[in-house]
């Protein structure tokens, strides 16, 4: 019996190279992998839908749910994780100087639904008392012109939103001092370049980020995996099966990290990092799964509620195929 072929979008993450060189397989599945940009995989799977398995942006994914828009259906599997108090970042003359100090200032951001922004926007609101509304928000292409948003948004009326013009970038206005800040899951390239302007609202973002976790327990979900529908409806099995080998092409990656003789990844102090990371999240701190990720999602939803990016609150149970919610015992 032949393999079903599927098409399956995805960036290039050590978490998937066992299944993409074949060292992993997922039964009954050959997969063509698309190694593209999470930006350009979200665009045209959200607008076109052109892929069987892809990755993609979280936030979108809930917006999507909640509109009953889409012709796909989650995983619990988790391609991209990040905390984010690193992405935020200020023009020195802007007067910030903490979070509190952002009210009232004029900040960017490339899409008002990105999941980082998602999150950024969560923890300023639950742990420094500011508020969407309180901020004047920019949006618009962060390096390049003509950025717009994946899905229309339809927002609370206090959230005040200015596209940029188009011949503008956010990067641009950031380093000239058009805007105050720029929240964003990528560095712009100005600060990446030095500019005696730019600088990160929180310079020491790891021990911030780090007291974050100990405190919520949250680790970021950036993006999910999506399979779509006439996939699941024609082969039902394909959401398990992808499921139990992404776990395992990621357990490959834990088994690499515990073979200290020769340092597989090219930084020096690996073996300490990796080692602090453990002591601090445990074992499997890259968790996919519903249950081990419930708290993180439900602060999501939540998150995406209180922002006006979702109508409804919606159960995480059912954003989720259901064949990989339980499985079976002996």
Request: charged share 25%.
């Amino acid at each position: 019996m032949s393999k079903l072929n599927l098409s399956f979008a995805c960036w290039d993450y050590d978490r998937i190279h066992a299944l993409t060189n074949g060292t992993v397989q997922a039964d009954g599945i050959s997969l063509n992998w698309l190694n593209m940009p999470v930006e350009e995989t979200f665009w045209r799977m959200m607008r076109h839908q052109e892929f069987d398995v892809s990755e993609l942006s979280l936030s979108s994914y809930l917006i999507a749910k909640d509109r009953g828009l889409p012709n796909f259906t989650a995983i619990p599997v988790f391609m991209s994780r990040c905390f984010r108090h690193s992405g935020i970042y200020i023009n020195k003359n802007s007067g910030i100087k903490e979070p509190a100090d952002l009210r009232g200032k004029r900040v960017g951001i490339p899409e008002y639904q990105l999941t980082a922004c998602l999150w950024i926007r969560g923890i300023l609101q639950h742990d420094y008392n500011v508020h969407p509304e309180d901020i004047i928000w920019y949006t618009g292409g962060q390096e390049t012109s003509g950025r717009i948003e994946k899905i229309k948004l339809v927002l609370p009326p206090e959230i005040n939103i200015i596209p940029i013009n188009e011949e503008q970038t956010l990067n641009e206005m950031l380093d000239s001092g058009e805007i105050d800040a720029l929240i964003a899951p990528r560095a712009p390239s100005c600060f990446l370049k030095g500019s005696p302007n730019v600088q990160r609202l929180f310079s020491d973002y790891v021990t911030v980020e780090k007291d974050y976790y100990q405190r919520t327990g949250i680790f970021p979900i950036m993006h999910v995996v999506v399979v779509k529908d006439e996939v699941l409806k024609e082969h039902p099995w394909v959401a398990t099966n992808l499921y139990k080998a992404l776990e395992e092409a990621k357990q490959k990656v834990y088994e690499g990290f515990k073979q200290t003789a020769a340092l597989k990844v090219t930084l020096p102090w690996f073996t300490s990092e990796w080692e602090n990371t453990t002591e601090l999240m445990g074992e499997d701190f890259w968790p996919y799964g519903l249950e081990k990720n419930r708290k993180t999602l439900e602060a999501a939803v939540t998150y995406s509620y209180e922002q006006g990016l979702i109508k409804n609150k919606l159960n995480i149970e059912d954003l989720f195929s259901k064949a990989t919610l339980e499985k079976y015992t002996l």
